[in-house]
Nanobody, 120 residues
Framework: QVQLVESGGGLVQPGGSLRLSCAASGSIFKVGNMGWYRQAPGKQRELVAGTTEGGSTNYADSVKGRFTISRDNAKNTLYLQMNSLKPEDTAVYYC??????????????WGKGILVTVSA
């Protein structure tokens, strides 16, 4: 019943900014750890940024200082603010979340991915 839907991707010039959103919907008791992953052409999927339910965050070295992950627990929504974008940030970005049911059973979910293209 749970779905993750990403939005906010698109084409942006180098040095520009985008904000990705990931909205979780369905039968949700609470949302646990969440994260953003990305996959560039010909490469494996990698973790970009993650956040725990307690609020701690972690970032890939390649995006640290440029990207900010945040969450709105009241809206079951995850965000990724991306500033100073570089061509190497071009990838399909995926939202991931651990979702607790009303029986307190946890399961990981993935969004379908959203394309971010950084090009002049």
């Amino acid at each position: 019943q749970v779905q993750l839907v990403e939005s906010g991707g698109g084409l942006v010039q180098p040095g520009g900014s985008l904000r990705l959103s990931c909205a979780a919907s369905g039968s949700i008791f609470k949302v646990g750890n969440m994260g953003w992953y990305r996959q560039a052409p010909g490469k494996q999927r990698e973790l970009v940024a993650g956040t725990t339910e307690g609020g701690s965050t972690n970032y890939a070295d390649s995006v640290k200082g440029r990207f900010t992950i945040s969450r709105d627990n009241a809206k079951n929504t995850l965000y990724l603010q991306m500033n100073s974008l570089k061509p190497e940030d071009t990838a399909v970005y995926y939202c991931n979340a651990a979702i607790y049911s009303y029986l307190h059973h946890v399961m990981a979910y993935w969004g379908k991915g959203i394309l971010v293209t950084v090009s002049a």
